[in-house]
């Protein structure tokens, strides 16, 4: 599914209208059915309702809204920001319907209407955000404000027309203030703003409204969201005569004194997420340490420049033993100093196979982002936005106000899959194209769940799905198995690994909506 800026969305209204030859009432009226359709599916006791409408398009979707939820027997009240007589086009015909109708349009202006209609709100059973839409380029003050903070501060459920009123469709900042949803309900595609930074909290639960705008008009768009099916497609049944040997092969070089673990988890997700075979290649004297923690898993030893850290020797004996695989992932656990960067600068030119690179080993490549451009084999490295921060030498909240843009960016500088870890995981390609991951939540947010991302990436590479794609499902599955974890405190990593089975399932059987989780972040479609 494509995920469109405001501008995007704006010329697919305008091609759907003047190419497609569908008049713009129509999409008007549909888009309101929507909203109606989820505020009675969500609020099915609800019997009074405040709808704000601001001007154009968005506050013509207000309009409607009232219309349809009159006709369907609730009683409320419609507050509108313009003038009688100021709505044009298709909002126009609908201020003139409810004008004739004898419906009273409350307008907004004055300090009473103002106070009456925070009185208003605490009498409804639902407010319905129409006030702004995807247009908010600056910051939103005065009236605006002033509505926006009275909304927040009713304590009424809210659904929001497209998007909540004062977030940038583009990039999910907050525009000075914005409307709280409980519920979005957005018309045809996602906007980046809803799955971006500050919009993510701000958007509630997202619902993605059909209003006969053809995909085929925005399949030029370079970024998508990743869903169910899509994944379901990448992730193929396994033929009745696959053996180990034909599931793909994982080598992963990690581990340092006092890191095992990370090394030990990364290679048990290779295996959990459907590899073959795994073999984990540690430091020689960390060997007999993650042997002992392994049952399945093949260990190795490397060649050492001290006890626990990796000698410039090993780097031979990485890309050998790579040429028996199909995928090799270098970092977690890794000591971050100059033998191990010596190292990766060998197996980076080297290796037969594509590589994932992630923890120490991307603290080792500070400074050297540029040797991943003579990588012989394709790239995927998967930072924070604490590593991204240091890489990249930009600040973590510069990385995080512009998620997407940083990753889209630095991939292509890099010449690299970039896999983006946090709330909704950004999966950027070299030329420009990228993915926005809805799952995963806080069941992520605990040490070593990086470690497992590492491992199932290459673990589905192995298995024959290309880099580019195997990196979206792994940031996919990883995120709904951290999803389908009992919600709440007093769960590890290796938890979460045990949820990928039930991930695998979930997706093959009935799909994620059948598991209840507050965190359960799917986009959902109808």
């Avoid at 995007?8 to 009226?29: F, N, Q, S, W």
């Avoid at 196979?353 to 490549?365: K, M, N, R, S, Y």
Wanted: with cysteine.
């Amino acid at each position: 599914m494509k995920v469109l800026s405001g501008a995007a969305m704006k010329e697919a209204d305008r091609k759907t209208i003047e190419e497609m030859g569908m008049p713009g009432a129509v999409l008007m009226e549909t888009a309101a059915m929507r909203v109606v359709e989820l505020i009675r599916h969500k609020l099915p006791q609800a019997r009074r309702y405040a709808v704000l409408a601001g001007p154009g398009n968005n506050g013509g979707d207000g309009l409607v809204v009232t219309r349809l939820l009159k006709n369907a027997g609730l009683s409320g009240s419609l507050w509108s920001t313009v003038k009688p007589g100021g709505y044009r086009g298709d909002a126009g015909i609908n201020e003139q319907y409810l004008e004739r109708d004898s419906f009273r349009i409350n307008r907004l202006g004055e300090r009473e209407s103002l106070d009456q209609f925070r009185k208003e709100l605490e009498s409804v059973d639902v407010v319905v955000d129409a006030l702004l839409g995807i247009g908010v380029s600056r910051g939103v003050e005065g009236l605006f404000a002033e509505l926006i903070e009275g909304i927040n501060g009713s304590g009424r459920p809210v659904v929001a027309v497209d998007i909540p009123s004062g977030v940038n469709a583009d990039t999910g900042a907050v525009m000075g203030c914005a409307v709280q949803a409980d519920w979005t309900v957005t018309f045809a595609f996602p906007k980046l703003g809803l799955l971006c930074y500050e919009g993510v909290e701000k958007a509630g639960d997202i619902y993605v409204g059909q209003i006969n705008i053809p995909p085929v008009l925005v399949e030029n768009e370079p970024v998508d969201l990743l869903t169910p099916a899509r994944i379901l497609d990448l992730l193929s049944a396994r033929e009745k005569s696959a053996h180990k040997g034909s599931l793909g092969r994982v080598l992963i070089v990690a581990g340092s004194p006092g890191m095992t673990g990370a090394a030990v988890m990364a290679a048990e997700s290779a295996l959990r997420g459907g590899a073959g075979l795994a073999y984990l290649a540690v430091p020689h004297s960390l060997e007999p340490v993650v042997s002992a923690q392994l049952v399945e898993v093949i260990t190795l030893s490397l060649e050492e420049a001290q006890p626990g850290i990796l000698g410039l020797a090993a780097a031979e004996t990485i890309v050998d033993r790579a040429g028996a695989c199909e995928a090799l992932a270098v970092g977690p656990g890794l000591d971050a100093g100059s033998d191990t960067t010596a190292v990766l600068e060998k197996v980076i030119v080297s290796s037969p196979v594509p590589l994932v690179i992630d923890a120490g080993a991307l603290e080792a490549l500070k400074g050297r982002m540029d040797l991943l451009k003579q990588a012989k084999n394709q790239v995927v490295i998967t930072p924070h936005p604490g590593e991204m921060a240091r890489l990249s030498g930009l600040s973590v909240r510069e990385v995080q106000e512009n998620r997407l843009e940083v990753a889209r960016d630095y991939a292509c500088r890099w010449d690299v899959f970039l896999l983006l870890k946090g709330h909704n995981t950004i999966i950027a390609a070299p030329d420009g194209k990228a993915a926005i991951n809805p799952t995963g939540g806080p069941s992520l947010a605990t040490a070593g769940t990086g470690d497992l991302l590492t491992g199932l990436v290459a673990s589905f590479i192995a298995q024959g799905i290309d880099v580019e794609n195997a990196a979206r499902a792994g940031a996919y599955m990883h995120g709904l198995a951290g999803d389908l974890v009992p919600w709440g405190r007093g769960h590890m990593a290796r938890e979460v690994m045990l949820y990928y089975k039930q991930a695998f399932q979930s997706l093959t059987e009935t799909g994620v909506s059948r598991f209840i989780n507050p965190y359960l972040a799917g986009v959902r479609v109808y």
